[in-house]
């Protein structure tokens, strides 16, 4: 079982930086991708980056590309979400997801580990 906790969310203006991380515990962190996902109030849970275990190929949301970056150490057992050019929409909770395998998927469905959330928000 991989055990996921998210961190460093906070309040920041409009145009600022942040970055929030997901510390993994588990044998097998090495083994499964990672994604970090977000929910705004009264929205549905919604993809927003990827990334691999082995190439550390990443994907982005249409709406965060350019501005997000994902990042991970498997070494220290880190995920990390850099998030640049913030904006009032990207307020949200934000959740990291690991699922075994190292292919692609943007659908909270197919990730086996999730982990309680991290609230980011971003003020006009």
């Known amino acids: 079982q991989v055990q996921l906790i998210e961190s460093g969310g906070g309040l920041v203006q409009a145009g600022g930086s942040l970055t929030i991380s997901c510390a993994a515990s588990g044998r097998a962190f090495s083994s499964v991708a990672m994604a970090w996902f977000r929910q705004a109030p009264g929205k549905e849970r919604e993809f927003v980056a990827f990334i691999s275990w082995i190439e550390r190929s990443t994907y982005y949301a249409d709406s965060v590309q350019g501005r997000f970056a994902i990042s991970r150490d498997n070494t220290k057992n880190m995920l990390y979400l850099q998030m640049n050019t913030l904006k009032p929409e990207d307020t949200a909770v934000y959740y990291c997801?690991?699922?075994?395998?190292?292919?692609?998927?943007?659908?909270?469905?197919?990730?086996?580990?999730w982990g309680q959330g991290t609230q980011v928000t971003v003020s006009s």
């Open positions: 997801a690991a699922r075994w395998g190292n292919t692609f998927y943007p659908k909270e469905d197919g990730y086996n580990y």
